[in-house]
């Protein structure tokens, strides 16, 4: 039980700080950003992972784009209002760290699981040894496809800084 409410507690502190960064004087960052050219994404940005388990689901195939840094935005508030509760990055929390996730498992296997853990768990046994280790099988998030997307594309940027 108290471990429980330490999670919920951390999830609710991470919540808070990202609700409070990053909403300075509107009025200044006009004006500076006349002055400063814009910052570009990394050059180097971490590619997923392209060998492995594809998983079980309809994500059969993924195309490798550029890093969207407009998607990872999204990616992160919908991470923080779907997954935070249970992943971290710096720790175990219900269900497995997703520190390097990018790096141990490809964009489809990733994706099928955020779409259909149902099928992934009872199909796939990358998944079901995942369940077992864990003791708590993943839900179903009630994603669309387009916000799996844009959580993968925060994964990545997530996985490329944490380090």
């Known amino acids: 039980m108290k471990k429980?409410?330490?999670?919920?507690?951390?999830?609710?502190?991470?919540?808070?700080?990202?609700?409070?960064?990053?909403?300075?004087?509107?009025?200044s960052n006009k004006e500076n950003s006349t002055q400063q050219p814009a910052v570009a994404a990394p050059a180097a940005m971490l590619d997923y992972k392209t060998e492995g388990s594809k998983g079980v689901g309809s994500i059969t195939s993924f195309e490798h784009k550029p890093f969207d840094a407009a998607l990872a935005n999204k990616g992160v508030e919908l991470f923080v209002s779907k997954?935070?509760?249970?992943?971290?990055?710096?720790?175990t929390l219900v269900g497995p760290s997703l520190d390097a996730v990018v790096k141990r498992r490809t964009p489809e296997w990733i994706m099928n699981m955020m779409l259909d853990p149902a099928t992934m768990l009872e199909k796939d046994a990358d998944a079901?040894?995942?369940?077992?280790?864990?003791g708590s099988p993943m839900i179903s998030l009630g994603l669309k496809q387009e916000e799996a997307r844009a959580i993968l594309e925060y994964l990545r940027e997530r996985n490329n800084t944490a380090k």
């Open 4 to 27: 429980r409410i330490n999670i919920i507690f951390a999830c609710f502190g991470f919540v808070a700080i990202l609700a409070c960064g990053g909403h300075g004087d509107t009025k």
């Open 128 to 134: 079901k040894a995942l369940s077992k280790e864990y």
């Open 83 to 91: 997954c935070a509760m249970c992943h971290s990055f710096d720790r």
